[in-house]
Every structure is written in structure tokens, then in C-alpha cells.
């Protein structure tokens, strides 16, 4: 079986970068967090700013979010 010419690839997304993310789901307004886990494509992000109206669902969500690298600006 042949192997991948290209094994390494470069992670953009890094445990502890601050973040933008769009709004999904229950979620009705962008918000911005720090990177806890990378996955493939997605992470899980710790909401850290968010707006007041998206309280209740920030909560029912414990604070995090798993979301597509795709719908994601890197902050710092």
C-alpha cells in the first residue's frame, strides 16, 4: 500500500489561540473563545466573550463549542 507523499501538514489552529466564531445553531450571534482541543476539522473552543443575548444558550452549552476550522478568524 502506498503512502501519502505529504504526512506532515501544518496545523494553523493551535491550543490557546483567542478566536472569532459565526454564529450556529442556537447560538444568534458571533462570539470569541480560546482554543482548547484541535480535531481534524473542527475544535472545541471555551466561549469567552459572547453577547448577552445568547446567554441561555451559552450556558446549556457549558461554555464551549465544537466548531469548523472553516468558520473560524484567528485572533491572536
Known amino acids: 500500500m502506498a503512502e501519502p507523499e505529504n504526512t506532515e501538514v501544518e496545523e494553523k489552529f493551535k491550543i ?7 454564529k450556529f445553531g442556537s ?6 473563545g480560546e482554543i482548547e482541543k484541535v480535531y481534524e476539522n473542527s475544535v472545541l473552543v ?3 466573550e459572547h453577547d448577552a443575548a445568547d446567554d441561555m444558550a451559552i450556558s446549556e452549552l457549558n461554555q464551549r463549542a465544537i466548531v469548523r476550522k472553516s468558520e473560524i478568524e484567528i485572533i491572536e
Open 27 to 32: 447560538i444568534e450571534h458571533d462570539f470569541t
Open 16 to 22: 490557546g489561540m483567542i478566536v472569532k466564531c459565526t
Open 46 to 48: 471555551a466561549i469567552k
